[in-house]
Nanobody, 122 residues
């Protein structure tokens, strides 16, 4: 079994910062891309940022220059630093990871965290 456990999030005023963390645990052989997605009420889930094993990053245009993603391959963790937050950043943020499990080397499985709420007040 594999779990993604998120921490961080909460309520912050516009212009403030938050830090989201996600740790993967379980029968993990290796992890490919890791990332963060978000879903606001009434909207589809959208990509926020992703990072490859080698550290190549991709950001949604709406968060470029404000958010930063990083990972620790040794600890199987990924972090999203949210700066200069805006009310439109309010959403549930989900951690995502592409994981190869020990019992099935030939398949890459897509795992999601439980989600953490980020609320930005104006």
């Amino acid at each position: 079994q594999v779990q993604l456990v998120e921490s961080g999030g909460g309520l912050v005023q516009a212009g403030g910062s938050l830090r989201l963390s996600c740790a993967a645990s379980g029968s993990i052989f290796s992890i490919n891309d890791m990332g963060w997605y978000r879903q606001a009420p009434g909207n589809q889930r959208e990509l926020v940022a992703t990072i490859t094993t080698r550290g190549s990053r991709k950001y949604a245009d709406s968060v470029k220059g404000r958010f930063a993603i990083s990972r620790d391959n040794a600890k199987n963790t990924v972090v999203l630093q949210l700066n200069s937050l805006k009310p439109e950043d309010t959403a549930v943020y989900y951690c995502n990871a592409e994981i190869i499990i020990i019992s099935d080397y030939g398949t890459v499985y897509n795992y999601w965290g439980q989600g953490t709420q980020v609320t930005v007040s104006s």
